[in-house]
């Protein structure tokens, strides 16, 4: 598997193929009772995508392997932490947003 830890190392195309293979394991196997909106399921096959192509905790690496509408990285940091938020847990110390002073 190709090292993404820095952006440019990573093509897209593996990127979504991941993407693409995480969605069909995971939809089938998780009930719409706990997802209820399929945007967290996405969310969430791009946070796995991110964290096995850039072999870190950081939002911000992984923003940098999501694909998305959003046009700045600081977006799509937020929508996965939303998603950690999402989880019923505070998101303090969970994972790192990669931006100074703050966490999760």
């Given at each position: 598997?190709?090292?993404?830890?820095?952006?440019?190392?990573?093509?897209?195309?593996?990127?979504?193929?991941?993407?693409?293979?995480?969605?069909?394991?995971l939809?089938?196997?998780?009930?719409?009772?706990?997802?209820q909106?399929?945007?967290?399921?996405?969310?969430?096959?791009?946070?796995?995508?991110?964290?096995?192509?850039?072999?870190?905790?950081?939002?911000?690496?992984?923003?940098?392997?999501?694909?998305?509408?959003?046009?700045?990285?600081?977006?799509?940091?937020?929508?996965?932490?939303?998603?950690?938020?999402?989880?019923?847990h505070?998101?303090?110390?969970?994972?790192?947003?990669?931006?100074?002073?703050?966490?999760?």
């Open positions: 598997m190709a090292d993404c830890r820095d952006s440019w190392r990573c093509p897209n195309t593996l990127a979504h193929q991941m993407y693409d293979d995480l969605l069909e394991a939809s089938p196997i998780l009930p719409r009772t706990v997802y909106d399929v945007r967290r399921v996405r969310t969430l096959a791009w946070a796995v995508t991110g964290l096995c192509l850039t072999h870190t905790v950081r939002l911000g690496a992984w923003a940098e392997v999501v694909e998305s509408r959003a046009q700045y990285a600081a977006s799509r940091v937020r929508c996965l932490a939303r998603l950690s938020a999402s989880s019923g505070s998101s303090t110390g969970m994972v790192s947003t990669g931006v100074a002073g703050r966490s999760g």
